[in-house]
């Protein structure tokens, strides 16, 4: 019995163990995720199975090698609480798997999560992409609701489907590796835009992918600029001077801190304004009835979704209808598109509460990220118009949360002081 108490407490005192478990349940989870927004066949029975598998193996990293200050306890406790009682109130287990994964990524490294995640999209929907033009699997093939021909799957459950995910990779891919961007990356990425138009006519995906080499070719610029004029003085260490600014430079910290505040509040306040118009909405309003056209009818579908289930504080059951995974319907289309309302109305106006307080807290913890800052910035655009905020499959950027900035970052060994002495282990963090 000694023994294997002392096996135990060295298998626990190893941070590398705790990684395992963490991309164990991780990759088993993200794995089903995507491939269920896929026309590939899978089993329901091994999903569950694996959804079960993956409970655990996050939850036992959660308990044996995680450990919490008193505020932070709290909030975790607040968080999962939440989620159960959406479980409850709404029948949706969603929610509480999404915070426990964002929770179970506390000192994980950021950038390797990103990194698998990454792996496994470009995987999966380029497995599917070939085999939908191998004939393997089935290419949909919906005819576009302007006449200008069909919109292509391309493996995928729904055209959107496909464009979110090519405009999600690409976002986080842009995030992991700016440094080394390029003007053929840019270039290549607008190429990719034009393709994403004209073969899904996925207009507002497109014009998210647009406005991410938009943002980011100005980062790009601005630390070109920063570094032209970084310059240091002979015995500028010795003097204490270690950085002479000048106007342009002075202009780039000035805009690297907007788009920190940008990001802190977009989320809201995006959600707010959708929220508005949408209350507001009404056919014979001429300015609303143009919004609605161009985003494709969700303000319409959003007032529905208000007026027939309304706002709950746990969330409710709402059934809703799209066009993926089959060419034939015979229920009445009703999707809710706009993550923001579909989050209110499922999920419940607390839940949405905290996912507002997640992100703004990653805002806030991460400023100097700006890379990072820009990124959320262009989720709170694209959740306006998609579903996909809380989808594992798609976004990947609440796991800031906890994450840690450099490979692995586990601390004390111990959950809210276990077992005996804690034991405090010094490990070296690199930045992102």
Not at 57 to 77: E, N, P, Q, S
Not at 144 to 154: A, I, N, Q, V, W
Not at 170 to 198: F, V
Not at 313 to 341: A, N, Q, R, W
Request: hydrophobic share 50%; with cysteine.
């Amino acid at each position: 019995m000694n023994l294997l108490i002392e096996k135990y407490n060295h298998w626990v005192k190893n941070p590398y163990n705790g990684e395992v478990l963490f991309f164990g349940g991780f990759i088993l989870y993200i794995f089903w995720k995507i491939l269920r927004t896929t026309m590939f066949s899978y089993s329901e029975m091994a999903f569950q199975i694996c959804l079960i598998l993956s409970i655990i193996l996050l939850a036992a990293k959660i308990f044996l090698f995680d450990i919490y200050t008193v505020k932070m306890f709290i909030a975790v406790a607040a968080m999962m609480t939440c989620g159960l009682l959406v479980a409850v109130s709404s029948g949706y287990l969603w929610p509480f798997i999404w915070i426990l994964i964002v929770v179970a990524a506390k000192d994980i490294s950021y950038r390797k999560i990103l990194q698998i995640y990454l792996l496994m999209n470009i995987t999966i929907v380029g497995l599917a992409f070939c085999a939908s033009l191998l004939g393997v699997i089935e290419n949909l093939a919906y005819i576009s609701t302007d006449g200008k021909g069909l919109r292509y799957s391309f493996g995928c459950s729904y055209t959107t489907d496909f464009a979110a995910h090519i405009f999600f990779m690409l976002l986080t891919a842009y995030y992991l590796y700016y440094k080394s961007l390029r003007w053929y990356h840019y270039a290549g990425t607008c190429i990719i835009a034009g393709a994403i138009y004209y073969y899904c006519n996925a207009r507002l995906d497109t014009i998210c992918i647009l406005l991410l080499v938009v943002f980011f070719g100005i980062y790009h610029i601005m630390r070109w600029q920063k570094e032209r004029e970084q310059i240091t003085v002979p015995s500028a260490e010795a003097e204490g001077i270690q950085l002479i600014t000048f106007k342009r430079t002075r202009t780039c910290l000035k805009l690297k801190k907007l788009f920190a505040k940008l990001a802190l509040i977009s989320m809201p306040v995006t959600g707010l304004f959708m929220y508005l118009i949408t209350s507001a909405y009404s056919p014979d309003d001429e300015l609303l009835e143009s919004i609605n056209l161009t985003i494709t009818g969700r303000l319409a579908l959003g007032k529905k979704g208000l007026k027939q289930f309304g706002v709950s504080l746990f969330g409710k059951d709402v059934p809703m209808e799209g066009m993926g995974g089959s060419l034939v319907h015979t229920k009445p289309y009703f999707f809710i598109d706009c993550s923001y309302l579909f989050i209110l109305l499922r999920y419940g106006i607390l839940f949405l509460g905290i996912v507002f307080l997640i992100y703004g807290v990653i805002c806030y913890k991460r400023k100097e990220d700006t890379a990072l800052m820009l990124a959320i910035l262009l989720l709170a655009i694209s959740s306006a118009i998609d579903h996909h905020l809380l989808e594992e499959a798609y976004n990947p950027l609440s796991y800031a949360l906890f994450a840690g900035t450099g490979e692995i970052m586990l601390g004390k060994r111990y959950f809210f002081g276990m077992g005996s002495k804690p034991e405090e282990e010094v490990l070296e963090s690199q930045s992102l």
